[in-house]
């Protein structure tokens, strides 16, 4: 059972998911480190270009959040000036002008970005029990366009199997039934079975028994009747 177990690791996790180790990354107790370290031990000698192109992919991916998020302001900010008053026209073209002044002495400074601030903080402690969703909701203020991207990341829904499955030493065959289930009879079994169940802690008190064949078999009968 561990060969072909193995074999289904390999097959899965042979190439890195960059967006994983992004996720890492957006984690304040672990950061770019532990992904070095990972890479270290999983890749050796080709740990360094995986590095790179986790941190390079990063920084495009939170570029692109800056010159999205910095238009929608820009367009907010032009239509509030738009309904200022005369006085406030002025005071806005004196501003900017300022605002191209401070580009011109700030131009050959490096100016570091929200990313480069996280990045360069004290880590988090490793021990502390962290939501990392409402660490990064509480950072809003300081880190906006940083937090915003974190959040997309992180909701990002991870895919699992049941562990029957995982160490199940038969082969996963599909019957007359589930080869033939059109889209909408998948996602009404999903959803009753998620209104039955609640959740695992409820399944495992109420001790749910759940015969699915016969279940697509009354949903059958129904689709068919309704048609």
Sequence with gaps: MAKPMQEKFDKYWAEY????????????RYKLKIVE???IRLYGEDEKDKSVHVRDTLYELFKEYMNHYSSINLSASTILSEGSSATCYKEYGFMKDYDAYES????????????????????????????????????????PELSLMARDILKIPISTVA????????????????????????EALICTRDWLFGSEDKAEKDDV???????????????????
Aim: net charge negative.
């Design 17 to 28: 998911s960059t967006i994983l180790a992004i996720a890492v990354v957006l984690d304040p």
């Design 163 to 186: 562990f029957e499955a995982a160490f199940s030493g038969g082969r996963r065959l599909l019957n007359q039934y589930h080869s033939s289930l059109a889209p909408k009879m998948v």
């Design 104 to 143: 011109q002495v700030f131009y050959t400074n490096e100016r570091k970005s929200q990313l480069d601030l996280y990045l360069e903080e004290p880590y988090v402690e490793r021990q502390t029990e962290l939501n990392v969703i409402a660490y990064w909701k509480s950072c809003e203020k300081r880190f």
């Design 209 to 227: 028994n759940i015969d699915l064949e016969v279940d697509i078999s009354n949903f059958e009968s129904i689709s068919l009747q309704s048609d």
């Design 37 to 39: 370290y990972a890479f």
